[in-house]
Structures are given as C-alpha cells and as structure tokens.
C-alpha cells in the first residue's frame, strides 16, 4: 500500500519541488475566483439594465462606461505599485482580498438605482461602475498572479489549483449563465427585480468570497523577503515601469488578455439582445449556454494537455478553434444546432487565457527578473489586469455605442433593420476577427521557449 504524503505546505524547509498542498486550499482559493466571476455576469447585464429598467440611450451607457475606462489606467499603476510596497502579517496581496465584500455592496447599489433625472441616473452609474471596476476590482485582479506565486511554490501545483478554479468557477458560470436569462425574463422585467437579483447573488457571494483571504496564507523565502525588503524601500515608479516596458512579453500576453475579455464580455453584453430580437426568444439563451458544459471537461484535462503540449501551444489552438466556431454560428445565423455546435466550439477557445492566466503572468515575472535583475509583481500583474478591464469595458461600452449609432431604441419592440444589422455583427463577426488577432500573438508569444533557459539562470543566482 503506498504511503500517504502529508501537507508540508506551511513549512518554511518545503521547495516547489517537495511542495504537498492540503486538500482545501483548491476550494479556498476559488472561493474568492468564483464570487468575482458572477460579480462580471451580472455587470455584463449593465448596459441591457440602463438601457431597458433606467430608459438611458444606449450611446449615453456606452459613452459611461468607456469613460470609465479612462480612469482604469491610473488606479492599475497606483494598485500595482501599492502592492509592490505592501507588507504585513498577512502578506503583499493577501490583504486586499477583503476588496470582494465591497464589489458586492456596490454591485447591488448599482442595480438598485433610484429614481433621479437622466443626468443624476449617467453620474449615479458612472461612480458606482468606477468604484466596483476602477478600484476595488483592480484591488483584487491586480493582486492575483502575485498572490498565487506567494503562497504556492510549484508550478505542477499551481497549475492543478488553477484548473480546479476554473472548473468549479466555469461549472458554476454555466448554470448561472442558463439561470439568468430567466431571472431576467421573469423577475427583471421590473426595476425593483433587478435589486432582488443583485442582493440574491450578492450577500451570500460576498461572503463565500472571503474564503482565500481567510485559508490561504502566503509562504516567502528567504529570496523573495529580501527581494520585498528592496522593493518596499528603494523602487520607485519610475524604474518600475522601466522594468516593465523591458518585459516584452507582458505586454503579448497583456494584448491577449484585453482580446480574449474583448470576446467574452461582447459577446455576453449583446446575447440577450440577439435572442431578444434575431432569434425572438430570450428563454433559447439558456439552451444555448448548456454549450458551456464543455469548458469545465477541458479546463479538468488542462493539467495533462499542457504537460503534453505545452501551456503555450494551447492558446494557438484555442485560437484556431474560435475562428471555427465564429463561423459556424455565422453561417448559421439563427439555427439553433449552429448557434449551439459554435458556441460549443469558441467556448473553448479563450480557457488558456482566461482561466489560466496567472500561470502565464508568473512566467512574465521570472523573464523580467532574469531580463532586468529586478523583480515586479504587482505593477506587472496590474498590466494584465488594466488590459482586462479594457477589453471588457470598451467591449460593454462598444455594444452600446454601436447599437446607438445603429438607431437602438429600448422603448421600441420592433427595432430596424440597421440595429438589428448592428447586433448580428457585434454578436459573430467581430469576435470571429478578434480570434485571428488571439491566433497572431499566440504566435509571437514564446516565452515558452526561453522559461529553461531563464528557470536555471535564476535557480543559480538565487543559490
């Protein structure tokens, strides 16, 4: 009978190579994946909301929420930079998980608008979509990667909690997926309703999202402390971004990223629209989100599909496979068998990215310290994170801004020819060119090469 390894994952004497985690840490740290995950469901509903519950124009949401983005690109650098400086007894990011309580509170303010004028509803809109995006979200993406690399030494097992997380969180995105046209079908006919879903999501998920910060505990060496001890009191912003404008491969992989959330949030953001209006059903988006079962199988096979392939190499296929499944459901229009087979399809083909992504950012940050002698975290997470929150803002902000210019009216139950035109468009040609996008830089990203190189180079100088 083989001998069962204990946990040595708290002690100070364990490498990434002895390196034996206790079963919850999986469950914790998805804990805290998952209620920011259904938290980016509901804000994709944000511009249906507005446009539908608010009697805001479309353009009008459209132009809040890519004016938020503007701000975006200052708080990632002040986060990121924040981070870097950070130490406490819970750690460098560890603290700011507590950020998922507050992305909560305000989520359910959000969708529980009242009564103002059309300029009291843009600015009400404006700052909560600010406050849970610009800064508490930031707060939490920005830390992630390095969070990760903090608190889980090995590779192998980085890569195994991450693919739990992200079958859990996708098994979970499924049903809340097939539940949430209902929801809104039903009960989010009325604005009140909305508040009711918000609050129904929000209270038990703010709560359930505190589980990492609470379980998780980050494990330092002795390397990193001193690495920590520097950062905290000589680097400065400047040499910070020098070090990051030196990493050409965080910003590939930051450019993939803002593509892939590009995909994902146009994609959500105009569903409910299409089926509204193309299809005539909003209820059929739920038959089409059980393709999505899909994604949960593959992310469980990830550990041994990048052990093959390559993590890398994945992205490439993926790609390729979103372009196939764009088409399909182009070709398809409204038939109900393409629009599942190529949803199916393209559902697969941003899982390396997206649910992977940390494992990728921890790379970038061992290329940079092997390219520059200094070691970034946070600010070179914060890259991948502000390039994430673009993709999706501009992508939920575009679906209101072409729409509008489309002629969009929510009042209307017959809309023209023109913006029905519009959301077939934003619905399968856009994301099928963004796909050829995603295959480009997969290519040009091959970090994937030089990691041995860099992996002994670094073994070396850290002793």
Do not use: H
Not at 112 to 137: E, H, R, W
């Amino acid at each position: 009978m083989k001998e069962k390894i204990k946990p040595n994952w708290l002690d100070k004497n364990t490498t990434a190579e002895n390196e034996v985690l206790p079963r919850y840490v999986k469950w914790a740290w998805t804990s805290r994946g998952l209620a920011l995950a259904i938290n980016a469901l509901l804000i994709m509903q944000l511009t249906y909301y507005c446009t539908d519950m608010l009697g805001m124009s479309a353009g009008l949401v459209g132009s809040l929420l890519l004016g938020s983005k503007l701000f975006d690109g200052v708080t990632d650098v002040i986060v990121g930079f924040i981070i870097d400086k950070t130490n406490t007894r819970f750690g460098k990011a560890r603290p700011y998980e507590i950020c998922i309580v507050l992305v909560w509170i305000l989520t359910i303010i959000l969708f529980s608008a009242p009564d103002l004028s059309m300029v009291g509803k843009a600015i009400f809109v404006l700052v909560m979509y600010t406050l849970i995006n610009s800064i508490f979200a930031t707060f939490l993406n920005g830390g992630d990667a390095v969070y990760l690399s903090r608190s889980i030494r090995s590779q192998k097992n980085r890569v195994s909690v991450m693919s739990f997380n992200g079958t859990v969180i996708m098994f979970t995105s499924i049903i809340i997926s097939i539940l949430l046209p209902q929801l809104i079908a039903g009960i989010g006919a009325t604005k009140e309703g909305w508040t009711v879903i918000a609050a129904s999501f929000g209270v038990p998920l703010a709560i359930i999202g505190l589980g990492r910060f609470i379980f998780v505990k980050e494990v330092v060496t002795e390397s990193q402390q001193e690495a920590d001890t520097y950062n905290q009191r000589k680097l400065s912003v400047k040499e910070s971004i020098s070090c990051i404008i030196k990493n050409k491969y965080i910003w590939i992989f930051a450019a993939m990223m803002l593509v892939a959330q590009f995909v994902t949030n146009i994609g959500t953001a105009v569903n409910t629209y299409y089926f509204k209006y193309v299809v005539g059903d909003i209820g059929l988006a739920s038959v089409v989100s059980l393709a999505s079962i899909v994604t949960p199988i593959v992310l469980m096979l990830f550990p041994m599909l990048s052990g093959k392939f390559g993590t890398v190499k994945l992205i490439k296929i993926g790609a390729v496979m979103g372009i196939v499944g764009y088409a399909i459901r182009f070709l398809g229009g409204t038939n109900m068998i393409t629009l599942l087979v190529g949803s199916l399809i393209s559902g697969v083909a941003i899982i390396p990215i997206t649910m992977m992504g940390s494992i990728y950012i921890i790379d970038c940050m061992d290329y940079g310290e092997w390219k520059t002698g200094t070691r970034i975290e946070g600010m070179l997470n914060s890259v991948v994170a502000f390039s994430s929150k673009v993709g999706a803002g501009v992508a939920s902000g575009l679906v209101g801004v072409i729409m509008g210019v489309a002629g969009y009216n929510g009042a209307m139950a017959v809309q023209s020819a023109t913006a029905i035109a519009s959301i077939k468009t934003l619905f399968n040609i856009i994301p099928l060119v963004l796909m050829v996008v995603m295959l480009v830089l997969a290519i040009m990203f091959k970090i994937d090469k030089e990691m041995p190189r860099i992996k002994a180079d670094l073994k070396k100088k850290r002793g």
